[in-house]
């Protein structure tokens, strides 16, 4: 039995490896017309024709978010995941995912952003930290009803980068929760049946999480939503070095020359 499973995660594994890289191709040539309507190199498109490039274009969005994980999830389970290393402040991070999942956040959904003024500085892989983010957003509004309030908070504390997600949607069971980050687990709810998904993008999002030293803590209840917590170490800055001390030269000492005198003069010093 373990022999078949061991197969069968193996043969998992190989799909979203092949599916992935075969999707990337016709997802370029395609993303690659969608920009020429877009900018009306194809001839000026009518107002129905510009609404129908947005939406296609966010559904192209979805399409490559997919690939990208699906290629993550290979690489992850092959052990050929390379992070790039860069410092980060993760408020610029969270905006950008919100940019990625404005077009995703229909039914009147209400996404917002609260960051602290001051710079939240972690070191990692910028398009992966990204990911998690534009995860744990896609899947609050997934899980939220319609005109749902979701809420992205940004936080630093004890030496660790702090970003919540919380939504106020249908909540999860006490016993799914062990359940919720394995790899292809989807959580079934009646109210929830018809959101889509491969089940790979909170799995991904935690091992992405601990890629770099960080994780991903939930706090859910029926009923009451749920806040994913993403937490990440916070970068070292890099003592910095100390200016060179120049020391100047001392100025010449006066040279002073004492001339002896008749004891019964005045005495006379001068300087030279």
Not at 143 to 152: F, L, T
Not at 199 to 205: C, D, T
Not at 239 to 261: G, N, S
């Amino acid at each position: 039995m373990t022999e078949r499973l061991t197969a069968l995660e193996k043969t998992k594994s190989q799909f979203l490896n092949l599916a992935s890289h075969e999707l990337r191709s016709p997802l370029g040539v395609i993303n690659g017309y969608l920009s020429m309507l877009e900018q009306g190199s194809l001839g000026q498109l009518k107002e129905s024709g510009v609404r129908a490039v947005e939406v296609l274009k966010a559904k192209t969005l979805e399409l490559n978010l997919l690939v990208a994980q699906m290629l993550d999830a290979a690489r992850l389970e092959d052990g050929r995941l390379a992070l790039k290393r860069d410092h980060l402040d993760i408020r610029q991070l969270a905006g950008r995912a919100m940019q990625v999942v404005a077009p995703l956040a229909s039914q009147g959904h209400t996404v917002t952003l609260e960051t602290p003024p001051n710079e939240v500085i972690v070191f990692g892989d910028a398009d992966r930290i990204t990911t998690i983010i534009v995860n744990l957003l896609e899947n609050a509004i997934n899980y939220s009803p319609n005109g749902g309030k979701i809420q992205c908070l940004v936080s630093a504390a004890d030496h660790v980068a702090i970003l919540s997600v919380v939504d106020h949607g249908v909540g999860i069971a006490r016993e799914d929760l062990p359940r919720l980050f394995n790899r292809f687990e989807r959580i079934e709810h009646r109210e929830t049946s018809h959101v889509g998904g491969t089940g790979l993008g909170l799995y991904l999002s935690r091992e992405l999480a601990r890629q770099h030293g960080g994780d991903i803590l939930l706090e859910s209840r029926v009923g009451s939503g749920s806040t994913f917590t993403l937490q990440l170490p916070l970068a070292v800055a890099a003592p910095e070095k100390p200016a060179p001390v120049i020391t100047e030269p001392e100025p010449a000492t006066p040279r002073l020359h004492v001339v002896a005198a008749d004891p019964e003069s005045d005495s006379e010093s001068r300087l030279a």
